[in-house]
């Protein structure tokens, strides 16, 4: 049965400051937009920078990461820094330097520069997560009004992700790859017209200072982290993989030291101790690594193995972005009707068949297989990603809705920096694996063929003729078993987290524990 509306404000001033609450939300799905638009967008443009920049297969994937490995490492300090100063102040700073952080990046002459200019719209990008949520946490009082609210913003941040590379493969084909970069310009310059207007300042008025060690340790941790998965997907020195990821863990040991001596902690450990706080971290990590993991291989498959045009391809994903709008707009009835629970085990089991349909059909150049999994994956993570913010947000305290707002961004950006790295790190170690130089082709030519697959194509269509085709027809090949097994790798994974949700959700009502936080009556049996 559907839950019943809410009440109506009483007087006036009750439903004007509804409508006003309302209205402030509609703004802050602004900045949502720009964060998750910009975050995906750029997928489409990858065989266009292979060859115009011509990277190495390891700065293609940072040309990707750093974005989201930067916002991630920057989150929980910016989230401090707008419970002390201002959360709309936050996010005025962080939109306007977006903006011209954007305008800079599209001058990019070399991988390095544009890499550069990605960590640098990571950097203002953090500050704009965080905030939302914490603003949404404190506008809206009543559990029911917030509870659709993250709904709506859950749809809003999955579409957006999802409809990024349908933007820019639209503006990569009228335009040129570098407008994509300038996509975030005009949003957040809107953003920064009305929100003085209509979104209303919020801090905490007993706030910490802003600890800058241990900021420091937080953005080291991730750097050192994504390092070392991203030289083992891609078959880097394993010496200096497993220092970097010894690094990462020692340093994230000390980050968690330091938050339990200070008094004011930049993120209050405590709240992992909730199950339903870290069970929703987890995952909002799995959920995004899927999704943008995906991505990584569709937008390729789509434009060279299939050969679909920029604007074309980027359409052949919106049924993939209208399945992730509609399912996480359906969670709150979904939730009342199952629990949050068992929505949880449906979402990762839904997930699991989109990769299992691009692992059995996926080895061809046909579009189909890949815009039909994306759509089952979409209409999984739709709800994935819903259930977990709400559980995260909810699970907390009014007093930590900063914290626990700047923990849940983390966890979808180290999903992004994780979907990339290992996925797409996995997806072209495979693909380098599985390539081989045909007959004809230079040592030179066949070298920078085999970073990746957007380079071996632009390098057969200018060495044309027999060598030119035997050159394509060997990196379709090659790219084609690189994403079914990959494809199979992440569908075992997902199947493996479905069966963990499965089992410890029975475990936890057989055990009959007080549950923290607002639970649905179908999650306590």
Do not use: C
């Not at 719209?121 to 009004?145: K, W, Y």
């Not at 949700?501 to 549950?515: E, F, K, S």
């Amino acid at each position: 049965m559907n839950p019943p509306p809410a009440s109506p404000p009483a007087s006036a001033a009750d439903r004007s400051a509804h409508r006003r609450a309302w209205l402030a939300f509609v703004v802050l799905l602004i900045p949502v937009v720009l964060v998750s638009v910009s975050t995906t967008a750029l997928s489409f443009a990858m065989p266009a920078i292979s060859e115009a920049l011509r990277p190495t297969g390891v700065e293609l994937l940072w040309i990707i990461d750093v974005y989201p490995l930067v916002l991630a490492g920057l989150l929980i300090p910016m989230g401090a820094l707008g419970d002390r100063y201002g959360r709309r102040r936050i996010l005025l700073i962080g939109a306007i330097g977006f903006a011209l952080v954007s305008a800079v990046a599209e001058f990019a002459p070399t991988a390095s520069w544009l890499i550069a200019a990605r960590a640098a719209t990571g950097l203002f990008g953090s500050m704009l997560l965080p905030a939302t949520l914490a603003l949404i946490r404190v506008i809206f009082s009543e559990a029911r009004d917030r509870r659709l609210a993250i709904a709506i913003w859950s749809a809003v941040f999955s579409g957006g992700a999802a409809a990024g590379p349908i933007v820019g493969g639209m503006l990569l084909e009228w335009f040129g790859w570098t407008a994509i970069l300038l996509i975030g310009a005009p949003i957040a310059l809107l953003f920064a017209l009305l929100a003085p207007w209509l979104v209303p300042e919020s801090r905490d008025p007993d706030a910490g200072p802003v600890d800058l060690a241990s900021a420091l340790l937080a953005i080291a941790t991730m750097v050192a982290l994504v390092y070392g998965v991203k030289s083992l997907a891609t078959g880097g020195e394993p010496l200096l993989a497993a220092g970097a990821l010894l690094a990462s863990g020692l340093l994230g040991w000390w980050f968690a030291r330091r938050q339990r001596a200070l008094a004011q902690p930049m993120l209050d450990l405590t709240l992992f101790r909730t199950p339903a706080f870290s069970g929703g971290l987890l995952i909002n990590i799995l959920s995004n690594a899927a999704i943008v993991g995906m991505m990584f291989m569709a937008t390729q498959h789509l434009q060279v193995v299939s050969g679909i045009a920029p604007t074309l391809a980027g359409l052949a994903l919106l049924p993939g972005t209208i399945m992730a709008i509609v399912s996480s707009l359906s969670v709150p009835v979904i939730a009342d009707r199952i629990g949050s629970r068992r929505a949880e085990i449906v979402a990762f089991a839904v997930a699991t068949a989109g990769f299992a349909v691009v692992a059995v059909w996926g080895a061809s150049t046909a579009a189909w297989p890949f815009i039909v999994g994306l759509a089952v994956l979409g209409a999984g993570l739709g709800i994935a990603w819903t259930v977990s913010t709400d559980l995260v947000i909810s699970s907390a305290p009014v007093a930590k809705a900063g914290a626990a707002s700047a923990a849940s961004e983390t966890g979808f950006e180290i999903g992004v920096v994780f979907g990339t790295a290992a996925i797409g790190g996995l997806t072209t170690a495979l693909y380098q694996a599985f390539f081989a130089v045909p007959a004809g082709v230079p040592a030179a030519d066949a070298d920078a063929a085999r970073e990746t697959i957007g380079a071996a194509a632009a390098i057969a269509e200018s060495l044309g003729g027999p060598a030119g085709a035997g050159l394509r027809d060997a990196a379709v090949a090659a790219f084609t078993q690189a994403e079914r097994w990959t494809s199979i790798g992440v569908a075992l994974v997902l199947l493996a987290a479905t069966l963990v949700l499965a089992v410890t959700g029975r475990t936890r009502r057989v055990r009959r524990r007080r549950p923290i936080g607002p639970v649905h009556p179908r999650d306590a049996e």
